[in-house]
């Protein structure tokens, strides 16, 4: 949690090792767009209980009321009592508020302007937090026209060559002044399968390397072949230029982005029609239209991935593939069935070894860039601006906004409690549910500190820690390749983990129940994984919501019901877009089952896992794929889309035409107020047949009384269980407020104790001059903050050799010699092999403590004997 007041040299170096050859970056851990990064939500899946739990009357709860900061030694939840978040679209501007000291912090996204970061190092008032996390590319529209029109884009072979049509280079050298390095495919440079898959990510880099002229050629060859004729050096069809739509955002370096690239496209004989657009301006278009009605052809995407994804498999899958995002965009990309298989094996890590692994990763990035249905542009280095005495628990992937830790951790350091005055470039983007709503980081920033998760993600590492949960068992079968690092989960392995006859399987939308193992199958079923994961005893006294309800089993519940059933036709709330995410869900899921529910524990089968245990465990909670949400503040929102009034998602909106469900502003609340009163008044218990198990009548009614009460004071549905609640929002003002929940029940301190990230340095020292085919060594040498880099914290130390060519011609691990010193020997043979000329030895160091891999080389002249 510490201020950075020095922009760490590792990351200038890792900029300028950048600006010779780098690549790569990722979406959330899942990714939220920076204007909008879709943020990766964990995939849950179905329970079932052993026996039938009592349920127990809920007396009426008071809605909690924001109280004055209490004694920072007894203060539970959240340090400060108030956040305001309000809007500031220009960086220089808010940095100019934050040096006036109207601000206190310029929050999302991080900033990547040269000439701000500056102002920012050399004022002692102010400090900065840096992150890795944020990406830029291109994002195409694949549709072919319903009017007729001419789409290049359509052509899979004209937006490859998109690839080789953009200098990266430039890019991130002159217009991010070297705070951004050239990105090639959809995983991060900084995180771990860019450094394990490095030689595979260089010889895309080389392939897709700026070549205008082979831009030119394929784009001439392929608009020729659809039809398409070069008249005076513009693209015509029938007389008419061929014109594309470029969808520019305005608020940062992807206007120069989206100008360069457009300059590009003109010199290949395109018309092209900028329209510069803010963030909401420009996904009422790219995200909300159907893509085949060809209003634009494409747009400058930006994406933060909020947590450091030990884990990027999953990348192929929700950028290339209709699973990624429930939005017509999406609905339209259809992918080589070969690259289709590879993504979602990589999405549900369907392998048995880390070396098929890798042979399947290695497939599909070779895959990505032909079907380029985006073409990736730059990884930046972002920082996020504050005043020197704001502290807060920031994340290396997402920077302070993307963190889950945030709202626990920001404090001032020279008083207690206070009001923090947090400046982003938008908020209240797009409508806000927790079933399908906006997923922009100015949107999710906010909602994490409403709500919170069974776990919480290591800010530096990646790994998941328990939050709401207090301990975790994960089986899996002999020869999965997984570890575990932290003691809350324990791993074991065994041949053969056979799913149970009642566990739940699958979803009845019909008879609205769970179907179990012995319904289902003939014969025995089993799972690759076992999860069982242990709430603590007194989750039920402790855990409220807003309203002032208790927490129950119900709610988690209800959350495994909504993981299947907008995915059933003959559900009343089916949504064709959820279904693709369903059916990839139900690809890998093998059952659940709710063994106890006081204390709660509950098993989870399944065939999909991660590398790491602790990232393996599926808690179950009710935080959704966009936000946290109790069963009974749900129901109106169901029975609003049943009646067909609302709608959760944009894509079942706009089929139906009517408005995307708010649950904070609009239209949207008169309705759902409309259908609060139906449930109160019928005292509805929705999914009766399953979830009347664990509901009783007069806890339903005390929970809608609840949320009446809630709604009557703060004048929204948003009820989460987080540190702050929502107090208000202001979408003409463009603000929004948070309070701190004085029923939060953790201390202040449970999350107090993150330092400074310890990010490696790497310098590769070795002769200037090599003979072909004499020996040679070269020394690494591994340091933080100067100090030798312990071995016990180093997992690898690779390396990577280039001859004049451009061709690797040896690779592998560095040799231990000491702390921080590692020795790389390159035999005769291998020396022998390589042209003479400039060449380049390459290193990988892969740290512990933070899963930022660090990388530094060296270049040397090969010469004949």
Known sequence: MQN??????????????????????????????????????PTEAPAKAEEAPTATPAPEQPTPTPEEAAPMEERTGAWVDRVVFTTQQEANAAVAQLQAGDIDIYGAPAVNDPEIFPKVRDDENLTYFQSFGSYNELTFNPAEFTDGRLNPFSNAKIREAMNWLVDRTYIAQEIYGGLAKPKFLPITSAFPDYARYVDKVREIEAKYAYNPDKAKEVIAAEM??????????????????????????????????????????????FTVDRQYKTSSEASALWIRTDPAEGQWHLYTGGWITTAISRDQGGNFSFFYTERGIPVPLWQAYNPDPEFDEVSLKLENNDFTSLEERGELFRRAMELAPQNAFRVWLVDTVGFTPATANLQVAYDLAGGVAGSSLWPYTIRFTDQDGGTVRWAQQQVLVEPWNPIAGTNWIYDTDVQRATAEFGTNSDPYTGLALPNRIERAEVVAQTGTPMGKTLDWVSLDFQDEIVVPDDAWVDWDAKEQRFITAAEKYTETVTAKTKVTV??????????KWHDGSPFSAADVVMAMIMTFDRGKEESPIYDEAYAPSLDSFLSHFKGVRIVSTDPLVIETYDDTFSLDAENSVTTWWPYYDQGQASWHALVPGILAEENQELAFSSDKADALEVEWMSYVAGPSLEVLQ??????????????ANTLGEYVSADEAAARYQNLANFVEKWGHFWVGTGPFILESVSPVEGSVTIVRNPDYPDPATKWAGFGEPKIAEAEVDGPGQVVAGQETVFDVFVTFQGEPYPADEISAVKYLVFDATGSLVDS??????????????????????????????????????????????????????
């Open 4 to 41: 950075h007041k020095r922009f760490s040299w590792t990351v200038l170096a890792w900029l300028i090792v950048v600006a010779l050859f780098m690549a790569a970056c990722q979406p959330s851990a899942e990714p939220t767009p920076t204007a909008a990064a879709p943020e990766e939500a």
């Open 224 to 269: 020729e072949a659809m039809g398409a004729e070069l008249v005076d050096g513009k693209w015509t069809v029938d007389g008419e230029p061929v014109t594309l739509t470029f969808l520019i955002r305005v608020e940062d370096r992807r206007r120069m982005i989206g100008d360069y690239v457009a300059n590009q496209l003109e010199d290949m004989g």
């Open 674 to 687: 409309k259908y609060l009163d139906q449930a109160a008044a019928d005292n509805v218990i929705p999914y």
């Open 812 to 865: 592998g691990d560095a040799e231990l010699v000491a702390d921080g010193e590692y020795t790389v020997t390159l035999s005769g043979d291998v020396t022998g092999q390589m042209e003479a000329g400039a060449a380049k030895i390459e290193v990988a160091v892969s740290p512990l403590p933070v899963s930022i891999p660090t990388f530094g080389d060296l270049e040397f002249v090969v010469v004949a004997p």
């Open 534 to 543: 242990y709430y603590p005893e007194d989750l039920y006294d402790t855990v």
